[in-house]
């Protein structure tokens, strides 16, 4: 707070003050009040008046300073009220109490909310579960046959699937277990998951070095790797589709790459592939996309401690690396 803001919003005071000296000027004059008098009241009045000033100025100054100061540093700003001090003037209190109510009711409607979107997380967690019962049923009633109708199946089981991660990245950190895990396991339960899909669009796999561990979560890697193969089937080419799975060992690292030959991403878009609701040209062509399958995955990565980046040129390849850290924990981010 400026010396010259703490005036201007204290003119009409000080007007009224300067009134009051003038007045006890004409008044000591008419009643001929000796000079030394009037000289030591005007004296010790000023003197009184600045002083009261200045201790008023510098109290309301220290508040306000710490309050902008430590609102610029906070990033939760709503957490502001904690770190004050309870001011000792009358307009602090005042402000310093209304903070306290709004924090108050914020945080009760903030629990509110968090038990609504809790509440909501668990029905929709119990429900994927219970669709996905009749999923499966409907599978082993379809036989082993591929069917347009399976396939419709086998689609609808991958969106349930992303909508249940999706609600669970959400408490990532409630739902993890980060252990030991070999990369050919993974694989394999993908690919067997997917098998019928290489066998009716006749996609060549090729699988090389997959006999790495890395720690991670399992069942987490599982959903990552099958929503990068459904991207990698819905933008395959027609003729002579392929997709590469494997592992780059270097000293610190595990990279995880899978590779197919489709369409490709434009280059004017990579940057934004990871993005929430992202589709893009190619997912603007006639391809049914929600544009959240790789921006969930980004999210899983992120808060398992893993990286996950994209390369691709338009018209030739797309390749999806993760990459594991070895000999570390991995730290969950609670976002």
């Not at 903070?99 to 994927?128: G, P």
């Not at 934004?272 to 544009?291: H, I």
Request: charged share 25%; net charge neutral; with cysteine.
């Amino acid at each position: 707070m400026r010396w010259i803001d703490y005036i201007k919003d204290r003119f009409f005071y000080l007007i009224s003050v300067l009134l009051f000296f003038l007045f006890s000027l004409w008044l000591f004059l008419l009643f001929q009040v000796p000079f030394l008098c009037q000289f030591l009241f005007f004296f010790f009045a000023v003197i009184l008046f600045l002083f009261w000033s200045l201790y008023d100025y510098f109290r309301k100054k220290q508040f306000y300073d710490d309050l902008m100061s430590k609102l610029e540093k906070l990033p939760d700003k709503y957490l502001l009220i904690e770190l004050l001090n309870q001011p000792n003037f009358l307009e602090g209190k005042i402000l310093y109490q209304v903070l306290s109510e709004s924090d108050k009711d914020m945080n009760e409607h903030i629990k509110i909310t968090e038990r609504r979107l809790k509440n909501f997380k668990e029905y929709l967690e119990l429900w994927v579960h219970e669709i996905k019962t009749p999923l499966a049923r409907s599978f082993l009633l379809l036989g082993k046959k591929q069917t347009e109708l399976e396939q419709a199946l086998t689609e609808i089981e991958n969106q349930v699937d992303q909508v249940l991660y999706y609600a669970r990245s959400e408490t990532a950190e409630k739902d993890y277990y980060i252990h030991k895990t070999s990369l050919k396991t993974v694989v394999n339960h993908v690919i067997k998951k997917n098998r019928d899909t290489f066998l009716s669009d006749k996609i060549q796999l090729e699988l090389k070095n997959l006999d790495r561990t890395v720690e991670t979560d399992a069942k987490w890697l599982e959903f990552i790797c099958n929503q990068i193969l459904q991207n990698s089937f819905k933008y395959r080419k027609e003729k002579d589709a392929k997709i590469t799975i494997q592992a780059i060992d270097t000293k610190d690292t595990v990279h995880f790459m899978i590779t197919d030959n489709g369409i490709g991403i434009p280059k004017g878009e990579l940057s934004r592939v990871f993005e929430k609701s992202f589709t893009g040209t190619n997912g603007r062509l006639g391809k049914s996309s929600t544009g959240m399958g790789l921006y969930i995955c980004k999210n899983l990565c992120d808060k398992l401690g893993h990286t996950i980046t994209i390369d691709s040129v338009s018209g030739s390849y797309t390749t999806v690396t993760i990459s594991f850290g070895k000999n570390h924990f991995y730290d969950v981010i609670d976002e």
